[in-house]
């Protein structure tokens, strides 16, 4: 029989162990240390015992830490030896085939651990189950293992230990007979949306949705299929080819007892991709919504508030530069130039619009900007697109803020002069007049809280390796949780460019390329986010977002609060590697639930 919760809270501390036995590789210490880390009134959720667990290795000292990992087997394929491993390592290997290896796939095993051994000194650990718990394929094992023998050493025994939680994860939830089941259907829409792809990417296993491509559009048609599916009762794609899905919620109106002009809830995030991105970045804030809805629905249950999802068709700005233009259309702030942008290809976005079936006018688009009197506020789900989550442990994690940002070009102008026969006291060096402002913006961004700067492209036009440079181009990227403080680093940054091109006799020029304001969390909403979020037995983690998303816009017309969901490796995003577990999904849908049921309750 599955084991509960009542079972687990109720047990001393040797029954405790023999109940988790198994679930740490060889480590019954980690079971203990949890039993000890047990509140008085017991776990409040299967998630709750396994941050405690978690929680009982990060405490543990760096020796300990490398023990755990060492009682672990190696990815050995057929060289598995049995008595070497426990019967749950045993399966999860055989599992995702290792014993089946060809030749060749066990040679590069073979390669592959005793190059690791070398450099790390502990086995290779990866949770060969997987982010849906069903297995890898032995090809992403093999790339996977090869792409962390890259890492360096300290970061790569953070990883192991991650992928130990994750393990452990996963026999818990077989102990206790728990499948995330609404996690399960996330990472199965996603994996099935991703299957469109823009040319010249599809071919080569890569993910790329553009703005009205033929792979928008397709996604456009699964997303609304998926919507009617779930039991949305209305579904349609709007004059920009966003896709707007409603449900309806209690009161009169409509005509039939549901309430289609009861204030609603705004939620949603885009669904086009950067080039070769990733399959969670924007999808995910569509997905869980949707899971939400079809839990509703199936029950027949009806809200004081209607639930409006909106999948935004353009987020990235990547086939035109339009960013934010799908939410934008929501607060009023399309850009009529946009409608005459081209392409690579010389096609205008008006153009791509009339040959997806839209419009393609003002007028239309002008029609979809809303009501901010008819909303409570917008909420979104967001990957964190980041590494804190995946490095604190946790796989939820509340927006205090969304960064405003500003971005410059930049061009420092000196004198080219030959390498050799220029004296270091005569020289008028660009490059090393950019090389200090780099260390600057470093210097000053890491001294105020929440401030972050970055010099992305640095180059040297005509560069030549016996020239002093006499020109560098770069860029600057300057974010921050407030404005003032955005604009205090601009403005310090820029001071100091002044200086080091006076002191060093040259002389520059800086564009301003973008501007975005900073987009706070409404408080009301952040501990909204918040009290669902410690109602899964989780802690409460805030912090802010570095990136910019669709709630930026709808933050000018309304309320908006979002909640982060913890990305691996290294929390990566538009990229291939971007990848959560169908266990923090599943997390993030009963914490969206949870906040629906508050708001039922404050407007019953």
């Given amino acids: 029989m599955p084991l509960t919760l009542e079972q687990v809270n109720a047990a001393d501390a040797t029954q405790f162990g023999v109940l988790l036995a198994g679930v740490y590789e060889h480590s019954p210490w980690v079971v203990e240390r949890a039993f000890a880390r047990r509140p008085a009134g017991g776990f409040a959720s299967l998630a709750a015992l396994k941050l405690a667990c978690v929680a009982a290795v ?5 020796d300990e830490q490398v023990a755990l990992v060492r009682a672990h087997p190696e990815l ?3 060289a598995m030896v049995a008595r070497s491993m426990t019967a749950e390592s045993t399966r999860e290997q055989g599992g995702s085939g290792l014993a089946d290896c060809s030749p060749e796939e066990f040679a590069r095993l073979q390669e592959l651990n005793a190059a690791y051994n070398r450099k790390f000194g502990w086995p290779f650990i990866l949770a060969v189950r997987g982010p849906r718990g069903t297995g890898l394929a032995r090809t992403e094992i093999i790339d996977t293992f090869a792409r962390r023998l890259e890492h360096h050493p300290d970061y790569e025994r953070a990883e192991c230990l991650r992928n130990i939680h994750r393990v452990a994860e996963l026999r818990l939830d077989d102990k206790f007979g728990y499948v995330p089941e609404e996690g399960d259907r996330i990472l199965d829409w996603a994996t099935q949306l991703a299957t469109h792809s823009d040319p010249d990417f599809k071919e080569n296993g890569q993910l790329t949705v553009t703005y009205q491509t033929a792979a928008h559009q397709a996604c456009a048609r699964d997303l609304a299929a998926w919507m009617r599916d779930c039991g949305f009762d209305e579904v349609t794609r709007d004059a920009v080819g966003n896709v707007v899905g409603v449900y309806f919620g209690n009161g009169v109106g409509s005509g039939n007892g549901m309430g289609a002009d009861a204030p609603r809830l705004l939620t949603g995030s885009h669904f086009d991709t950067v080039r070769n ?3 969670y970045d924007g999808r995910l804030g569509i997905f869980v919504p949707m899971t ?12 004081p508030f209607g639930i409006e999802l909106v999948a935004f068709a353009e987020e990235e700005g990547q086939r035109y530069k339009a960013t934010f233009l799908g939410s934008g259309a929501l607060t009023g702030d399309f850009d009529p130039g946009w409608l005459d942008q081209v392409d690579a290809d010389g096609v205008s976005m008006r153009e791509a619009m009339r040959a997806a079936g839209l419009p393609g006018t003002l007028e239309a688009i002008a029609a979809l900007e809303r009501d901010p009197r008819r909303y409570l506020g917008f909420v979104e789900v967001h990957i964190e697109q980041g590494p804190v989550l995946n ?6 994690g509340v927006v205090t803020s969304i960064n405003g940002g500003l971005r410059y070009v930049a061009e420092i102008v000196g004198m080219a002069s030959h390498a050799g026969t220029t004296p270091m006291d005569r020289r008028r060096d660009a490059a090393v007049a950019a090389a200090e402002l780099v260390l600057y913006v470093e210097r000053r961004a890491a001294a105020v809280p929440d401030v972050v700067g970055t010099v992305g492209i ?11 440079p006499g020109r560098c181009k770069l860029s600057l990227d300057l974010r921050a949780t407030t404005d003032p403080a955005r604009d205090a680093l601009a403005t310090a940054v820029t001071e100091e460019l002044e200086a080091i091109c006076r002191r060093r006799g040259l002389h520059f020029t800086l564009e301003r390329t973008m501007a975005a304001a900073a987009a706070p969390s409404e408080p009301t909403w952040q501990q909204r986010w918040a009290q669902a979020v410690a109602a899964q037995g989780l802690p409460v983690y805030t912090m802010p977002s570095g990136a910019g998303h669709d709630a930026m816009k709808l933050h000018e017309i309304m309320p908006q609060a979002m909640l982060f969901v913890r990305g691996l490796n290294a929390g990566i995003s538009h990229n291939p590697l971007e990848a959560i577990t169908n266990d923090d999904a599943e997390l993030a849908v009963r914490a969206f639930q949870h906040l629906l049921e508050q708001l039922a309750r404050e407007h019953a």
């Fill in 277 to 279: 991105g990733g399959r």
């Fill in 76 to 78: 050995a394929g057929k």
């Fill in 458 to 468: 640095l180059q040297v036009p005509s560069g030549s390796i016996n020239v002093v």
């Fill in 58 to 62: 990060r405490e543990a000292s760096a």
């Fill in 391 to 396: 490095e604190l442990d946790l796989p939820l």
């Fill in 292 to 303: 939400c809805v079809r839990a509703l629905a199936q029950v027949g249950r009806r809200l």
